[in-house]
């Protein structure tokens, strides 16, 4: 199983505060901002299409969508942003992938230096870690009342790779432009979605079950998680959700 995935899920149960959503609001208009340079209309743009999905399915509002297109069409005044992926190790070997959109390259280079520097692990070089990762859709369905050949009928029919036993639910997984629109094919289905996105996943993962590393590895995920300019954090590390939730306290 994908530790971001579980991670993830971790944290959507744990719930999220006011500052904390204002923050997850300001990333996800960032990367509106950034996918509308490509073109403002949501049918023609289908990066745009897929950060609007995201950002409407973390309740952010029409209003701000739409600022957030206009900024990026040049129709209102908005930053230029760059995105970089850095790359890195964690406690017990962890292999972390750090997605950032800035507005100041040096900055946000630094900043990241700084918290592993501060929390343990270190910086990898360009390629050093990414060829273990490569982006796909996730979808977790609850698992309650679900018959798994019928998810699994559904899941493909509406263009899914596999369906996986995940935890006490399933994870669906398919290529990343159309993970939302197979999202809602399965929820008119009657399954119900947990979450959807389209993260980088590894396919050899490093078992954790130690839990002063499992601690460790976490630590850096949410500095790194916390800054303006981190996008997202992607891991190959497998946790059981019992040392996780142990670690997460």
């Known amino acids: 199983m994908s530790g971001h995935s579980k991670w993830a899920t971790i944290k959507h149960k744990k719930g999220a505060t006011d500052a904390k959503r204002g923050k997850l609001f300001n990333k996800l208009a960032r990367q509106i901002e950034v996918a509308a340079k490509g073109g403002g209309d949501v049918d023609m743009n289908p990066t745009l ?10 309740q952010m509002t029409n209003d701000a969508i739409d600022r957030a297109i206009k900024r ?4 209102a005044d908005g930053a230029v942003y760059e995105s970089i992926m850095y790359e890195g190790y964690a406690h017990g070997g962890v292999a972390l992938m750090i997605d950032v959109l800035t507005d100041n390259r040096n900055r946000s280079g630094a900043d990241i230096r700084q918290i592993f520097s501060k929390l343990g692990g270190s910086m990898a070089e360009p390629g050093a870690v990414g060829w273990q990762f490569a982006r796909k859709g996730v979808i977790i369905i609850e698992g309650e009342g679900v018959d798994e ?6 899941a493909l029919e509406a263009g899914a790779e596999d369906v996986k036993r995940f935890g006490d639910g399933f994870q669906v997984t398919c290529d990343p432009s159309p993970v939302f629109d197979i999202k809602t094919s399965l929820a008119a289905a009657g399954f119900t979605v947990q979450s959807a996105d389209s993260p ?6 490093v078992k954790v079950t130690d839990v002063n590393d499992a601690k460790g590895i976490l630590a850096v995920m949410e500095a790194l998680e916390d800054n303006d300019d981190v996008q997202d954090v992607f891991s190959n590390f497998d946790m059981s959700d019992e040392l996780i939730e142990q670690a997460a306290e």
């Open 49 to 58: 299409r897929t950060s609007v999905q995201k950002a409407k399915g973390a």
């Open 200 to 205: 980088m996943l590894a396919e050899n993962l």
């Open 149 to 154: 050949d019928e998810l699994m009928m559904a």
């Open 72 to 75: 990026g069409t040049g129709d």
